[in-house]
């Protein structure tokens, strides 16, 4: 049955294989299709964004998407829906579907100390488990200014860069506080790798990027030629200026990934919304808020933030924010709208309510 739910699922994204990136639009929602391009461009012109790109769609279907202004200004060149922007933190997210799979095969236990999976790592005060490192209660730290991220440097494998956090204490006992790091996740791709038996990316081409049809997704390697990647860019003043470089090795799982709003929409549309691969009792686990010790609702599952939006819908969400590049993805699981965007500047006003006024569109279309 797994089987054929996922040739069922796939010719309803094989017009997406298709496309030379130009832009796809259903006709059914023309009218919000309109409004929702009128607001994006608005959001890159008064902000000074060089491009912007936005996927709309269902767990079987692209409703719209559609490149905004410019991937590279120097050349002109501009975005289309084969436009691969930084995702930041959304890397969490795509990364959370490989947690979820190993968990579900049997070969990770999420409650199991991390040191089953990554012997080498330095025994704390208090043992932590890799549900915690996904869940930001493992009490890893984040960045830090004295950090070795200012010159870039290319870390050889994930062991590699565990180096920069790997010997400092953790912050709080494992369970009893909620810490934002991005260095936990750096941790749990070496929980992946040793849970998989396999390198990182390699598990993650074969475990998320390709049953999802995710063919634009992959590593920002600093040093290759890619494809179809856009130039990154920042404000210095009024003026845009190239971001700098940087080299997001030591940080794959958690803030290294490059994708395609449309990618990020088949990955959740077939993965999440409507698994094929995954069990929905997996998905679940995924959306699952922690509570802490002492009862507290942290908000936040498996690589992913759990809420209310402002009609009242639930609403699952991760957010980047990266050098040279802003990433938010949205999910309306009991609504069936997933909205995705990506922009190649650093430190631009594109968050929830952005994101839900483009979604309110769709839901107003046929009103």
């Given at each position: 049955m797994k089987k054929l739910l996922i040739l069922v699922a796939l010719p309803?994204?094989?017009?997406?294989?298709?496309?030379?990136?130009?832009?796809?639009?259903?006709?059914?929602?023309?009218?919000?299709?309109?409004?929702?391009?009128?607001?994006?461009?608005?959001?890159?012109?008064k902000q000074d964004i060089p491009g912007i790109s936005v996927c709309v769609g269902t767990a079987g279907k692209i409703l719209w998407a559609e490149g905004f202004g410019f991937a590279d200004l120097e050349a002109q060149r501009p975005v289309t829906i084969a436009s691969k922007f930084r995702m930041g933190s959304v890397s969490k997210s795509i990364t959370s579907l490989a947690v979820g799979k190993l968990v579900e095969d049997g070969k990770l236990d999420p409650d199991a100390p991390v040191q089953q999976y990554v012997p080498g790592f330095p025994a704390k005060k208090y043992p932590f488990t890799p549900r915690q490192l996904a869940t930001h209660t493992a009490g890893i730290r984040h960045y830090r200014n004295s950090d070795p991220l200012a010159c870039p440097k290319r870390y050889a494998n994930v062991q590699d860069g565990l180096t920069i956090f790997n010997q400092d204490s953790l912050l709080f006992k494992p369970g009893t506080a909620f810490n934002y790091s991005?260095?936990?996740?750096?941790?749990?791709?070496?929980?992946?790798e040793a849970a998989s038996q396999t390198d990182f990316l390699s598990y993650m081409q074969r475990a998320v990027f390709t049953p999802y049809g995710m063919t634009s997704t992959g590593a920002d390697f600093s040093d290759s030629i890619v494809t179809n990647r856009v130039r990154f860019y920042e404000h210095?003043?009024?003026?845009?200026?190239?971001?700098?470089?940087?080299?997001?090795?030591?940080?794959?799982?958690?803030?290294?990934l490059l994708s395609t709003p449309v990618d990020l929409v088949k990955m959740c549309g077939s993965g999440l919304l409507r698994p094929t691969t995954l069990r929905k009792e997996t998905v679940a686990l995924l959306f699952?808020?922690?509570?802490?010790?002492?009862?507290?609702?942290?908000?936040?599952?498996?690589?992913?933030?759990?809420?209310?939006?402002?009609?009242?819908?639930?609403i699952v969400h991760h957010g980047g924010l990266i050098d040279g590049g802003r990433t938010f993805l949205l999910l309306y699981p009991e609504n069936d709208l997933i909205v995705a965007i990506t922009a190649n500047m650093s430190g631009v006003t594109i968050n929830q309510p952005e994101v839900e006024t483009i979604a309110d569109y769709f839901f107003a279309n046929n009103r």
């Open positions: 309803f994204l094989h017009p997406v294989f298709g496309q030379s990136g130009g832009p796809i639009k259903d006709k059914a929602y023309r009218q919000a299709i309109q409004r929702a391009e009128r607001f994006v461009d608005s959001l890159r012109i991005t260095y936990g996740y750096s941790l749990l791709s070496a929980v992946i210095q003043g009024k003026q845009r200026v190239n971001a700098p470089q940087v080299d997001n090795s030591y940080k794959w799982a958690g803030g290294g699952t808020p922690q509570l802490l010790a002492n009862g507290k609702n942290t908000q936040y599952g498996f690589g992913w933030r759990i809420g209310t939006g402002r009609q009242g819908r639930k």
